[in-house]
């Protein structure tokens, strides 16, 4: 009988044993440099039971309205999207206790309003309040 020379090549078989361990330290390495973006929202305040009616000077009031037609009214001017941060920061600057109102119409588009709210918080808008528009009331 012949006997089998032993090979000179190395084996074909991949040794996953330190595959694992390998695959686990590149997870560590990953989490621990990975930097988080933390987006800044608009800070709501929501009612409780022991909020309370404030009054505020109608001067103060700036009102804008979201139609089920998609367009926006600001204090019944028709102003497009992108007009509506230059309208705000310039009546931010006029009045800094200004609120603004943003009045939506039940059949417009979430993300309309959802438009609104972020042309106010780059136009540094802090004073907002949300109000749904009557149904038959103008949209």
Do not use: C, W
């Not at 040794?15 to 330290?25: E, P, Q, T, V, Y």
């Not at 920061?89 to 039940?106: S, Y």
């Amino acid at each position: 009988m012949k006997k089998k020379r032993a090979s000179s090549r190395p084996s074909q078989e991949i040794h996953s044993g330190a595959m694992s361990d390998i695959a686990f330290l590149l997870l560590i390495f990953f989490l621990v440099t990975t930097i988080f973006a933390l987006e800044q929202g608009i800070p709501l305040v929501l009612p409780g039971k022991e909020s309370r009616n404030v009054k505020v000077k109608r001067d103060n009031i700036l009102i804008v309205q979201a139609h089920a037609n998609g367009s926006i009214v600001v204090d019944k001017e028709v102003v497009s999207l992108r007009g509506l941060k230059p309208m705000i920061e310039r009546r931010l600057a006029e009045n800094e206790k200004l609120v603004v109102v943003i009045e939506t119409h039940p059949d417009s588009e979430y993300g309309l309003m959802i438009d609104i709210l972020d042309e106010l918080r780059l136009a540094d808008a802090r004073r907002i309040s949300l109000k749904t528009m009557k149904a038959y009331g103008g949209g």
